[in-house]
């Protein structure tokens, strides 16, 4: 575990099940501590991570070259309610997400869009965690 992880963030890391060979997406990866961790358990895998805030993806690219160089993460600008997978991206099938107030209910609305967002980008066993468990608490993904 990197040293920069704080004691919530490594039981939250810890609590997901995680395989060599996961594909992550985090969503709300501030400067990317979280993801970076992620990154160096993987081999085959690989975590994206994003966010809305322009400096915090600067901060989590200027953090991870190490891992980004490596294959086994991605940093990408944008909200997750207008995520979209780029043509080349594998489905995810771990969805991540500490803080973010679109899915821990702060903003409902936002939420709905997230979660469609969430379910045209993952496998269809993928599972969805946020913070506010124990550490995590597990959220469905709507499949129509």
Partial sequence: MPASLSPRLAA???ALPLQPHSRVLEIGCGPGSAARAIAARLTT???L???????AIAQ??????????????????????????????EPYDVVFAVCVGALDGRYPQVGQRVLQRIAMATTADARLFIDGGDPLRELPIPRS
């Fill in 12 to 14: 939250i890391v810890n």
């Fill in 45 to 47: 895998g690989h975590v």
């Fill in 49 to 55: 991570a994003i966010d809305r805030s322009a400096t």
């Fill in 60 to 89: 989590a690219e200027a953090a991870s070259v190490e891992e980004v160089a490596s294959g086994r993460m991605t940093v990408r600008h944008v909200a997750a309610e207008e995520f979209v997978p780029q043509a080349h991206e």
